[in-house]
C-alpha cells in the first residue's frame, strides 16, 4: 500500500490541477452568463483571462492550456453569434486567434511569474537558514569565556567576541573598526615580520605576546593565529585567540623565587647543622675527657686515703663519682640521640623477629634472675634501619624490664597488629607501673621523666630516641597507660620501601 | 719475664697520660713508655727528628694514639705512618674520647689496628689501658724491627 501511494497521492495532485482549471473556467462562464442576465456586456472576456490565470498560477502550465481552450470553446459557444453553436465566422477567426494567442501569453507570463516568485521564495528561505545558522555560530563564539577576534589584513579588528571584552575591557562597538596593534599595544617576543613570515607559509603561529588593557594595566597572553584565505587563496582575516597566562607565568616566577628561598634556606640549615655536628663532636672529644678525670681522680683518692677518710668524706667521694659516671651516661645518651637525627638511614630488610630475640639475649643479664613471663608474637619484617630498629626496641624493652621490676609476676608481650593505613604496627607491652594519661605527651620529650631517679634510674633520652628513630623511617610513636596497670608502646612503621 | 715491647703513647692530655700511666704500672709497662704529646712529636720519634735525634733505632712494637692533638692530629699521624714503606707495619691503637662513627670510619680507613674509646669509668678504663698494654707490648709479636726488651 505504501508503494502505490505516492502514484495516487500524484494522480490524485493531477486530478486536482485539472479540475482546477475546469473548474475556475466554468465559474467563470457561470458568472458572466449571470451577468448577462442583467445586460452586463463584455464582462465575459475579462472573467476567462481571469479563470485562465487563476489555472495557470495555481495548477501550472498544462492545466493553464486546458483552461484556455476551455475558455475559447465556451466563448464561442455562449457568447459569439451565432449563439449556442460551435461555429466560426470567417470574419471572426482573427478574432479568436488573437484571444488564444492572448490567453497564452497570459499563461506563459504567469507560470514565468510563479516559477521567479517560487525560486525568490526558496532563495528566501536558504538566506534565512544561513542568517540563523550565522547568527548561532556567532553567538556561540560569543558565549565562549575563550577571548576570540578577528582581523583583517590591514590589522583592523573586524570580529570581538564576549571573551574578548572581557580580557581586554573594550566593548565589540569600541574595538571593531580599530587597529589591533594600535589598540592593544602588542609586544611580540620576537620580530613581528618574523611572526608575518610564519603565518604566511604555515596559516598559523602561536606564542606569548604581551598587551594592554582598556584599564592600562598589561597582559600576558598565549595567542594563537589562524590565517583565512578567500576563495582564491590570497590571505583574507586573520582570527585569534588569546588566553590570560598571566597568572601562570606570575606563578612560575613565584614558584622560581621560593625555589631560590628554598635554596638559601637548605644551605643555611645545612650550615646550621654542620654546626651541630660540630658542637656534638666537640662535645664527643672534649666533655668526656674532664669528665674522666674527675673519676679517674677521685677513685685513685679514694683506693689512697680510704682508709685516713672517716664515713662522711667517703660519702661524699662516692657521690662525686656517681654524679660523673651519671653524666657521662648522660652525655653518652645525648649523644647518641643527636647521631640519630644526623646519620644517614641504611634501608635494609629487618626481621623484628631476629632483632626481638637479639634485644631480649642483651636485657637478660638483668632479667635471668627474674621470673618474666615473655609472650613474644608473631614479627614481621619491614625495611629500616637495622642498628636504628634494634636501639628504638631496646629502649622499649629494657624500659618495660626496668618498669616491671617491682612486680611479683612481671610480664611483657611484644606483638604486631598490621593496619593497612599504617603498614606495621608494633607494640610492646608490660604490667609495670605504668603512667599517668595526663602526661603521655611528655613521655617522648628529651630529659623528660616521670619516675623519680631513685625509684627508676634513667637519663630520659630513651623514648625520645624511641621517637626520633620512628620518626625517621615516616613511622609514629605513641602509649596508653594506667598508672599501677602497665603501659604499652606501640610504634608503626611504613610498609612501603622509602 | 717476658720482652716487653716498647710503646710510643701520643697524648697531649697530662692528666689521661698520668691515668694512663697509672693503669701501666700495675703490670710494670711503664719503662717501656715513651711520651710525645702531640702529633709533631710522634712523628719526630718516629723519623729521629727533633729531640729524639739520637734515640736507638727500632720502631716501637705498638703507638697508643689519640685523636684530638695539636699541631698535627690524630688522623694525619696515622696516614703519614700508614704511608710510609718503614712505618706502615707499626701497630697502631687509636685511644680516644670520640665514639663518632666518622673518627671510627677514618682511622679503619686508614689502616688503624684497633680502636678504643677510652671509657668514663675508671676502673673500665684502667682495665682496657691494661689489657691494651698486655696485649700489644707482651702477647703479640711485633713485626720485625720493633723494640723489646727484657
Known amino acids: ?498 | 719475664m717476658d720482652l716487653v715491647g716498647r710503646i710510643l703513647m701520643v697524648e697531649d692530655d697530662p692528666r689521661d697520660r698520668e691515668l694512663t700511666m697509672t693503669a701501666l704500672e700495675e703490670y710494670n709497662l711503664t719503662n717501656e713508655v715513651v711520651v710525645a704529646t702531640d702529633g709533631e712529636e710522634a712523628l719526630d720519634y718516629l723519623y729521629h727528628r727533633g729531640k729524639f735525634q739520637t734515640r736507638a733505632n727500632g720502631n716501637p712494637a705498638v703507638l697508643l694514639l689519640d685523636l684530638k692533638l695539636p699541631k698535627v692530629d690524630g688522623l694525619e699521624v696515622l696516614q703519614q705512618i700508614k704511608s710510609d714503606e718503614k712505618l706502615r707495619m707499626i701497630p697502631v691503637v687509636v685511644l680516644t674520647s670520640s665514639r663518632e662513627e666518622r673518627d671510627m670510619v677514618a682511622s679503619y680507613k686508614l689502616g688503624v689496628n684497633a680502636y678504643v674509646v677510652k671509657p668514663v669509668d675508671f676502673h673500665e678504663f684502667v682495665n682496657a689501658i691494661k689489657e691494651l698494654g698486655v696485649f700489644w707490648a707482651i702477647i703479640n709479636e711485633p713485626p720485625p724491627g720493633s723494640i723489646k726488651k727484657k
Open chain 1, 1 to 498: 500500500m505504501a508503494e502505490r501511494k505516492p502514484p495516487m497521492a500524484r494522480i490524485l495532485g493531477v486530478m486536482q490541477r485539472y479540475g482546477l482549471a475546469i473548474l475556475s473556467v466554468g465559474a467563470a462562464l457561470g458568472i458572466a452568463l449571470l451577468l448577462g442576465r442583467y445586460h452586463f456586456r463584455g464582462v465575459e472576456f475579462p472573467l476567462f483571462l481571469f479563470a485562465i490565470a487563476l489555472s495557470v498560477w495555481y495548477a501550472g502550465i498544462g492545466p493553464g492550456i486546458v483552461a484556455v481552450l476551455l475558455s475559447s470553446v465556451a466563448f464561442d459557444f455562449f457568447f459569439t453569434e451565432p449563439l449556442y453553436s460551435l461555429y466560426i465566422r470567417t470574419s471572426e477567426t482573427p478574432y479568436y486567434v488573437l484571444f488564444i494567442l492572448f490567453a497564452s501569453l497570459l499563461a506563459w507570463f504567469s507560470a514565468l511569474r510563479r516559477r521567479v516568485e517560487l525560486a525568490l521564495v526558496r532563495s528566501r528561505d536558504e538566506l534565512q537558514q544561513e542568517v540563523e545558522l550565522r547568527t548561532q555560530q556567532a553567538s556561540l563564539l560569543d558565549l565562549t569565556h575563550d577571548t576570540i577576534f578577528v582581523r583583517n589584513m590591514n590589522h583592523v579588528i573586524t570580529y570581538w567576541n564576549r571573551g574578548a571584552q572581557e580580557l581586554f575591557g573594550w566593548t565589540p562597538e569600541e574595538a571593531v573598526g580599530k587597529h589591533s596593534r594600535e589598540l592593544l599595544r602588542t609586544i611580540f617576543p620576537i620580530p613581528v615580520e618574523e611572526i608575518e613570515a610564519e603565518l604566511l607559509r604555515t596559516d598559523r603561529w602561536e606564542g606569548e605576546v604581551e598587551r594592554a588593557k582598556a584599564d592600562g594595566t598589561s597582559v600576558v597572553v598565549a595567542s594563537r593565529w589562524s590565517l583565512r584565505r578567500n576563495e582564491e587563496g590570497k590571505p583574507a582575516a586573520i582570527l585569534e585567540t588569546n588566553n590570560d597566562i598571566t597568572q601562570r607565568r606570575r606563578g612560575a616566577e613565584e614558584v622560581l623565587k621560593l625555589n631560590q628561598k628554598l635554596g638559601e634556606r637548605t644551605a643555611e640549615l645545612e650550615a646550621i647543622n654542620k654546626e651541630l655536628e660540630a658542637f656534638a663532636y666537640s662535645i664527643s672529644h672534649d666533655l668526656r675527657a674532664p669528665l674522666r678525670h674527675v673519676v679517674g681522680y677521685a677513685e685513685m683518692l679514694e683506693k689512697n686515703a680510704s682508709k685516713v677518710l672517716d664515713e662522711k668524706s667517703r660519702r661524699y667521694m662516692t657521690t662525686i663519682l656517681e654524679s660523673a659516671k651519671r653524666m657521662g651516661m648522660l652525655i653518652d645518651d645525648l649523644l647518641a640521640f643527636s647521631r640519630i637525627g644526623r646519620a644517614e638511614t641504611r634501608q635494609t630488610l629487618v626481621s623484628l623477629d631476629q632483632l626481638v630475640k637479639e634485644v631480649r639475649s642483651e636485657v637478660s643479664q638483668e632479667t635471668d634472675e627474674r621470673n618474666i613471663a615473655w609472650k613474644v608474637g608473631a614479627l614481621p619484617e619491614l625495611y629500616g634501619d637495622r642498628s636504628m630498629l634494634k636501639l628504638a626496641l631496646v629502649n622499649l624493652i629494657s624500659n618495660a624490664v626496668k618498669f616491671t621490676r617491682t612486680r611479683t609476676q612481671p610480664q611483657i608481650e611484644i606483638g604486631c597488629a598490621e593496619r593497612p593505613s599504617d603498614g606495621v604496627v608494633v607494640f610492646v607491652k608490660d604490667n609495670g607501673v605504668g603512667f599517668d594519661m595526663k602526661y603521655v605527651n611528655k613521655l617522648f620529650g628529651v630529659f623528660q621523666r616521670l619516675h623519680r631517679a631513685d625509684e627508676f634510674e634513667g637519663t630520659g633520652i630513651g623514648l625520645a630516641t624511641v621517637q626520633r628513630i620512628i620518626h625517621r623511617h615516616g613511622g609514629q610513636v605513641w602509649a596508653e597507660g594506667l598508672v599501677d596497670k602497665g603501659a604499652t608502646f606501640f610504634f608503626s612503621v611504613p610498609n612501603h620501601r622509602r
